[in-house]
């Protein structure tokens, strides 16, 4: 079996990624992708299916008319409520989780038509939502704090209050760490973190070759 896929017809490892915000996890997930992989954008899907209409107006049912002016979902709305209040925060994961799930068993699909090498799993949730149960093998995105936050800071707007008060909703990153068996260092360096997913995905696609 190669990197580049597996015979059609034959399902493909699925491979979880997980790691702290702002570790890179989705820079991680396309490398995967540039290798032969189909790769499952849990947040992407996640963020569409909070626009479909019968979602949207379940969400005014629950929030009031303000979580969905005009119709389309406020996500930051939505943010501010769910990350105040566990109750709430679970009930939009009862919510949204299955939807996002019916849209990944319909990729795992797609990557065993095509002979895909795996259906690489980019989740925020993985182990919080129980998908590293779909998982054959779950990677961990090592990074530094000081870096994550940097990132965030850019591209969120996030200050380390916030970061700090997201990450608490979500597993401590050395269980998350501990329950995973193949780690990749997110440095600044591509190269090398390409190289450190082609060696990660050789292990786990040669020990499916084996079993």
Known sequence: ???RGVERGVRPVVIGIAGGIGSGKSTVARVFGTL????SDSDAQAKAMLQR?????????WWGEGVAPGGEVDRAAVARIVFGDPAARRRLEGLIHPLVHAE???E???????????????????FEAGIDREC??????????????????????????ELTRREAAQWPLERKRAACGHVIHNSRDRDDVE??????LASITGLRGRQ
């Open 195 to 200: 190289r450190q997913v082609r060696a990660v």
């Open 1 to 3: 079996m190669s990197e």
């Open 136 to 161: 054959d093998a779950v990677v961990f995105v090592d990074c530094p704090r000081e870096e994550r936050l940097a990132r965030v800071k850019a591209t969120r707007g996030w200050d380390e209050d």
């Open 53 to 61: 209409p019968d979602v949207a107006a379940t969400l005014r049912a």
């Open 104 to 106: 990944r068993a319909k």
């Open 108 to 126: 795992l699909e797609r990557a065993r038509a095509s002979g895909a090498a795996a259906l690489v799993v980019d989740a925020p949730l993985l």
């Open 36 to 39: 032969g992989c189909v790769v």
